[in-house]
């Protein structure tokens, strides 16, 4: 293990070796987190003796569970009779539950949970809420399913009830919503169901509720790792917390300058306040960055040391100060587009080992990036797009599995009950569901009552016989045949294969060869020694992340999605305000903090080159004309001596390209430009502004206003509404809007001129 330790530098060997106690590994980016579990994992096996099946480590991707899993395999170099516990948070509660979820306390109705409980994605979800919402009396008019869900589901990272909704509710809004959440849970239990969130809610439940099994799991995991500390959400840390009770052994790794996931319940305190809560903690930080040039860090750094919630570090590297970041200024976004394709092409064949990320704000700015690039003939992979589990004959076909290894999930029956078309319609579906309302019983037990009782219409009661043949005889199927088979057998059994070859379409073929894929998954897992409750639970955790191809040239994604990778060259696209910073960040600090770290993230996963791109006009939802957007903020922040201008460079090597045509490009992009009013890239007088000349360096006025006399972000007072922050402005002259976000009656859209507003 001495020849392993050194291959650490000094701060990676200190946090490897310290082995007893709580410790804090603050690591910034690209300085080697995994590279620390990874051999703190192997080093107590090897050199502290630690037996394996003692070790747990949690992270939050299938991805990289898996990756930490290869090289703790690599650096043991041996073949281990047990083997440490490397997985996500989600598949680790999953085991948990499916031993010992039977004891935890039933609900109000007396509903229990039993281990072969189901696993709801989000259309499942949907489709409870909805039908919570209908059993209320509330139509989607009055309420929104989608909406409501994303309510609930931030309740539940925050650790709400539907009584703790209930009791902070101002309007009859927020009642419905604690009715909907109350009744949405009420019907998880009938389906012996449990959503995402509730795999780590439940599993916190139990710790508290029965002492028993938390001393069990601290016994059983006598160190405890976890991966991106700084995005835990509250049922996270309650779970790491009562894993530590007795023996305190955590090694938590993170940076809180990448907390970047507050909207889904991501808790920046947790490791901000690490040392209040275990007061005999070590604190080391990871300063060496493995992955950026100098030029980047610095311009990073800059940038998020602005902010105040952080515990701060000094990033460093051997790979010497390299190029300049680039900044391309665009006439408009379909200019922004070009430049970017056009840079990508270029450098394609300059370096062939390359790779480049696009990462912007918002999934929209995507559809002009994706156009460009096609007009240059450039490859690219999107991340965030359908991954394989997501596709409805793929999700049809587990609906199936999932209802013979859990008769009762009712989201499941109701997916397929009519799937593919057997004849049972919309009013044989509500008779079920009213018969299931009047008995209190399951659904599939109303189905049963329903043909016992043979009061439907005779085509109703065969349709539904013939359903319910269907999940016998793959209930039997499931207990007879091997996991690949079974699925081979609900194909054939439930009529999808069969249909999708009648539909002879090559989309049709397209899905029936997604449907063997899937066979072929369920026979891989199979040979990995994994159930048919296995397969499930794993394809019910499938992330986009999990999806990102590494050997890619170029990926598009979000930055949210770009986090923990890292490319040869990134173009930042849209830095402009409102956009990036997002405008409903310019009311909330909190929230303006976040997205600085979030453009920290996009900055270092930067390699060689870092570019940053911002349209001088963007066209605004919904309105003909382009509007004037001011520059963000961020590029004031970063150090101008560290920024050089890429117009001139651009205008002499402008693509041909034509945005009226872009899958046939005929013109240039300069004579494009010309004939719609520009000259190099210049609006013309007339029809916008002449635009400043640019001077070395960033010297962005943050005073500089938009056409309104308010600024984005500027504080004011309505007579009604009390304060207020100007987060959007919209349109010229007399007829400038702005929208404003009140302290206490929330946003709204004001015409300037007749809002009598008042400068804070």
Known sequence: MADLLDQLNPQQREAVEHSEGPVLVLAGAGSGKTRVITYRIAYLISARGVPPQEILAVTFTNKAADQMKERVAALLAESLETWPHISTFHSFCVRVLRQDIARLSPSESGQRYSSGFSIYDEDDQLRMVRRASEELGLGERIISPRAALSEISHAKNRGQTPTDIYGRSKDEGDERLAQVFRRYEEKLREANALDFDDLLLRTVELFYQVPEVTARYNRLFRHVLVDEYQDTNRAQYQLIRQLTLEHQNLCAVGDEDQSIYRWRGADIENILSFERDYPAARVIRLEQNYRSTQAILDAAVAVVSRNKSRKGKTLRTDRGTGARLGLYEAADAEDEAAFVAASIARSAGADEAGTGGVLYRTNAQSRRLEEALSAQAVTYRMVGSFSFYERAEIRDTLAYARLAVNPHDTAALLRIINTPPRGIGETTVRALQETAKQNSVKLGEALAQELDANRLPARALKALEAFRGILQALEADRAELSVGRFFKSVLERSGLAAALREEATPEAEGRLENLEELVNAAADAEQRGQ????????????????????????????????????????????????????????????????????????????????????????????????????????????????????????????????????????????????????????????????????????????????????KLGAQVRHPKYGLGTVIECEGEGADIKLTISFRDYGIKKLVERYASLEKV
């Open 531 to 710: 159930t048919l409750e296995q397969f499930l639970d794993r394809a019910a955790l499938v992330s986009d992340a999990d999806g990102y191809d590494e050997t890619a040239r170029v990926t598009l994604m979000t930055l949210h999605s770009a986090k923990g990778l890292e490319f040869s060259t990134v173009y930042l696209v849209g830095m402009e305000e409102g956009l990036f910073p997002h405008k409903r960040s310019l009311a909330d600090d909190a929230e303006l903090e976040e997205e600085r770290r979030l453009c920290y993230v996009g900055m270092t996963r930067a390699r060689d080159r870092l570019i940053f791109s911002r349209a001088r006009f963007r066209r605004s939802f919904a309105r003909e004309a382009r509007e004037e957007v001011r520059p963000s903020r961020f590029l004031s922040e970063v150090p101008g001596e560290l920024i050089e201008s890429l117009n001139e460079s651009w205008a002499g090597s402008k693509p041909r390209f034509d945005w009226e045509n872009a899958a046939n490009s005929v013109d240039s992009a300069e004579e494009f430009l010309r004939k719609h009013g520009f000259e190099t890239g210049r609006p013309r007088a007339g029809r916008y502004p002449a635009q400043p000349k640019r001077t070395a360096g960033l010297n962005f006025d943050p005073k500089v206003r938009p056409r309104s006399a308010w």
